[in-house]
């Protein structure tokens, strides 16, 4: 197939677009590579990929300039934001993808707080720009991205995709939800497959700077306190990267046809009568912080300053995901273990920094 990948330059982006590659697929990623947080990952993460050849050639990528892989070429870059109608129209037009996969957006719920209107630029303007263009090409499939941060005030555990969210806790999650409302339009009334996956704290190599394993590896590396909030009491259903990736791969592949048991009368609103679907990936599993903070301490071989704290604005103190609709349509369930992922995102930490971790045990 012929994918149009968003976002792969972001840490879910980049190993998707990596894995379609690997089995064949002609892959088009697009990023803005803005600077929300450190932008040398991000070009780590396209010269992984095999787009540029160091650093500072990745600094040199001009806006709407299609960049064939030096190592594959069936893997092409385009550094371009969702909000740009015009250049995501010509694209469109121009590429004539089979697919898209939009994990493009501005994440993080803390960020949100202070930069609201970067999220409606990002997650409700771009999101709009990338139904349209699909409206207009043909496209037979739409997989992107939604949050577990769509449940918010929803205390009732797991959280089922069946489940109310109309009561979020942050402008990320507002925004989140607005791409399921918006995408269940697009499929209703011009019958574009659409897909929302409900990722629950996605965590492994190349990870983002702004999550609380990066911060916390550096953290205690450099021998300074970690913030722990609510105290320790939060747990979460981390998911490991690749279990991701895996779910991700699924969806596409198999795009909802609409449900002809969907009743009006008494509205699931997972599903719908409309090529529309709605899943949680998560572990299925969720962990205790403190528990997760222990295996860290393991790989690393050295125990955290802890900084207790309250809970911050926008944060649930537990999340769990209910996976059944995952298991039952796709014969699928993710299953990599917290100490497993953590010690290969410790392995990837240590690499891509040049931490001697013998030297820093030893102070």
Request: proline share 5%; net charge negative.
């Amino acid at each position: 197939m012929k994918i149009l990948v968003t976002g792969t330059a972001g840490f879910i982006g980049s190993h998707l677009a990596i894995k379609l590659i690997e089995r064949g697929d002609e892959v088009t990623g697009l990023d803005n590579i803005n600077d929300y947080y450190d932008q040398n990952v991000k070009y780590g993460r396209l010269q992984r990929g095999g787009i540029i050849k160091n650093l500072e050639d990745g600094k040199n990528i001009e806006y709407n300039k299609l960049l064939t892989s030096i190592n594959n070429p069936n893997y092409k870059f385009i550094k371009l934001n969702l909000e740009d109608k015009e250049n995501i129209d010509k694209l469109f037009e121009s590429e004539k993808f089979d697919k898209v996969i939009n994990l493009a957006a501005q994440a993080g719920v803390r960020y949100s707080l202070t930069n609201p209107t970067a999220y409606i630029d990002s997650n409700i303007i771009g999101f709009i720009n990338i139904l349209e263009a699909c409206r207009h090409n043909n496209i037979k499939g739409l997989s992107y991205a939604s949050s577990s941060s769509v449940y918010g005030l929803n205390e009732s555990q797991p959280f089922n995709t069946s489940s109310n969210v109309d009561h979020p806790m942050s402008l990320y999650a507002a925004s989140k939800k607005s791409n399921e409302l918006m995408a269940h339009t697009y499929s209703h009334l011009y019958n574009i497959p659409t897909t929302g996956l409900r990722f629950f704290t996605v965590y492994g190599p190349w990870g983002r700077p702004d999550m609380a394993l990066y911060l916390f590896t550096k953290a205690i590396i450099e021998d300074k306190p970690i913030d722990v909030f609510n105290f320790g009491e939060m747990q979460r259903d981390f998911t490991y990267i690749d279990d991701i990736v895996e779910g991700i791969i699924r969806v596409n592949d198999n795009p909802p046809q609409g449900n002809k048991k969907w009743d009006g009368k008494n509205p699931d609103p997972s599903s719908s009568s409309a090529p529309y679907q709605i899943y949680n990936i998560g572990n299925n599993n969720p962990v205790k912080l403190m528990d997760f903070i222990e295996a860290l301490e393991k790989k690393l071989g050295k125990k955290a300053q802890k900084n207790m704290l309250p809970i911050q604005a926008g944060d649930v103190p537990s999340t769990y995901a209910d996976v059944s609709d995952l298991i039952m349509n796709l014969g699928y369930k993710p299953e990599t273990s917290i100490q497993e992922g953590i010690n290969n995102f410790v392995d990837w930490y240590v690499e891509f920094f040049e931490v001697d971790l013998e030297k820093i045990n030893e102070i």
